[in-house]
């Protein structure tokens, strides 16, 4: 779920879905910030309930760019 206006999204773990998933999926994220990698810091996690909350990235995903050139740039 995104919230422009606060420039925050959320990350839900949907009913039926595998909580080990969504276990690894902040492991995985939080690992990629320690390492430095460019991805948006985890502001907030509750295992408990299955969500988490990051900052707003705007932006077009890399694979949803059509020209190649400007894909590679």
């Known amino acids: 779920m995104l919230d422009h206006d606060g420039g925050v999204a959320y990350g839900v773990l949907k009913k039926g879905f595998s909580q080990d ?19 948006p810091a985890l ?4 295992r408990d309930t299955g969500w988490f909350r990051e900052r707003y990235v705007d932006g ?5 760019l059509s020209d190649p050139v400007v894909r590679e740039q």
Do not use: D, H
Request: aromatic share 8%; glycine share 4%; proline share 7%.
């Open 21 to 39: 998933f969504f276990r690894q999926e902040v492991e995985a994220r939080r690992q990629a910030e320690q390492l430095g990698l460019p991805v």
């Open 43 to 46: 502001e907030e996690v509750n």
């Open 60 to 64: 077009t995903p890399l694979n949803r």
